[in-house]
């Protein structure tokens, strides 16, 4: 189960950063123009969607029903 927890967080982190970075290539702009506070949104949002499936997958319970 620990396995599987630190999975689940490794992955979300993970995805969050790329997700963080796939934007911001997106829209062609760089990290000072875009603002920290935007990334932290964009990897907070995407991060916690990632960890929400996957906990669900996964079943690890962080999330009970």
Known sequence: M???RAI???ISI???IISVVGIITLFGTT???FS???ALLIFLTLGS???IWLDF???TDFLRT
Do not use: D
């Open 2 to 4: 620990n396995i599987r």
């Open 8 to 10: 689940v967080w490794g």
């Open 14 to 16: 993970i995805f969050g």
């Open 31 to 33: 990290l000072e123009k």
């Open 36 to 38: 920290i506070t935007g």
């Open 49 to 51: 969607f990632a960890f």
């Open 57 to 59: 997958f996964l079943k």
